[in-house]
């Protein structure tokens, strides 16, 4: 039987698959940083992997059936604008990784919960608590002083860096709210291959417009294009949609705060890349920032499944 949220689970396996997909999802900043191709080109092969294994995956599970199904003819246009957005958020981020240091662009594209926060008000109606509203006020005056320092002490490559990892963000929140609308109802094999098909395609226009070359012939090049599908993409959250079927959502949005110290980690032991004080010190203000906001969110969240009454203690 498949473990649902409330049902009684092992925490070891639970506490694996969440170091697991905190580990894979890390890795994606030091692949990125080492390789040469143009964040668009990197894009482009990413998805374009991505599609294939998660279509590949669909089809072992038996669920390429929901590409003619009802969900997808119905909302087909709004998946492939999410896949745009999907494609803005990589290449934006991308491109801010080659300008600055891993810990400042990371903890910055993952102020994403401050706007995903922002827009469910806004948009879906959900209410944030005060402990949420203080946790954004935190992360915003951090993520001024990173980007203000960055500007003051690094140049105007690092604060385009950071401000592209701000953009990144905003595009990242978008996604999460598109997805939270128009993923329901079907699978996420389905789901992620035409989001992903669809974020290959806008980076391939994008290519074309500027006149960049995708054809990327280095076999470390292709390499690092076929790790990143795998090890972030496939490994990191797929398993974190697993995760979802076994813990509720507030728990698996834990990740969120991991992912920053991850691949701030991973980037010293790979790259030797040891950020700044100051980044670190704003570093460490916007995690508690986000880490209020997302807590905050919990909670409501946890309150809702509690007031349904839920006699297994969701």
């Known amino acids: 039987m498949q473990d649902t949220p409330g049902k009684s689970v092992d925490r070891t396996r639970v506490t694996l698959l969440m170091l697991l997909s905190i580990s894979m999802v890390s890795s994606a900043s030091v692949l990125i940083k080492m390789s040469a191709s143009d964040a668009l080109v990197i894009t482009f092969w990413r998805t374009l992997y991505g599609a294939i294994m998660m279509a590949s995956i669909g089809a072992v599970k038996g669920d390429l059936s929901e590409f003619r199904g009802p969900v997808l003819k119905k909302n087909w246009v709004w998946l492939v604008l999410i896949g745009f957005i999907l494609s803005l958020h990589f290449s934006t981020w991308f491109a801010s990784l080659k300008l600055t240091t891993i810990a400042a662009s990371v903890m910055l594209v993952h102020t994403a919960p401050i706007t995903t926060a922002i827009l469910s008000t806004v948009i879906l109606g959900e209410s944030l608590r005060r402990r949420s509203w203080v946790g954004i006020l935190i992360a915003v005056a951090g993520a001024i002083f990173l980007t203000w ?48 098909s669809s974020a290959a395609l806008a980076a391939l226009v994008f290519c074309a417009i500027l006149g960049i070359n995708i054809l990327v ?9 076929i790790a990143l599908a795998i090890f972030p993409t496939v490994l990191g959250h797929s398993v974190n949609n697993y995760l979802l079927t076994l813990v509720p959502a507030y728990i698996v949005s834990a990740i969120v705060l991991g992912e920053p110290i991850g691949a701030t980690i991973l980037g010293y032991l790979v790259l030797g890349e040891q950020p700044p004080e100051m980044t670190l010190v704003a570093f460490v203000i916007i995690l508690f920032g986000v880490a209020l906001v997302v807590s905050g969110m919990a909670q409501r969240d946890r309150n809702s499944a509690l007031s349904l009454d839920d006699t297994h203690g969701a």
Not at 217 to 225: R, S, V, Y
């Open 149 to 196: 320092n960055s500007l003051v002490a690094e140049g105007t490559g690092a604060f385009l860096g950071n401000t592209l990892a701000l953009l990144s963000s905003v595009f990242l929140a978008i996604y999460f709210i598109g997805g939270r609308k128009y993923a329901k109802g079907l699978p996420n094999s389905v789901y992620t291959s035409v989001v992903y």
């Open 217 to 225: 012939l280095d076999p470390f090049e292709m390499a690092l294009f």
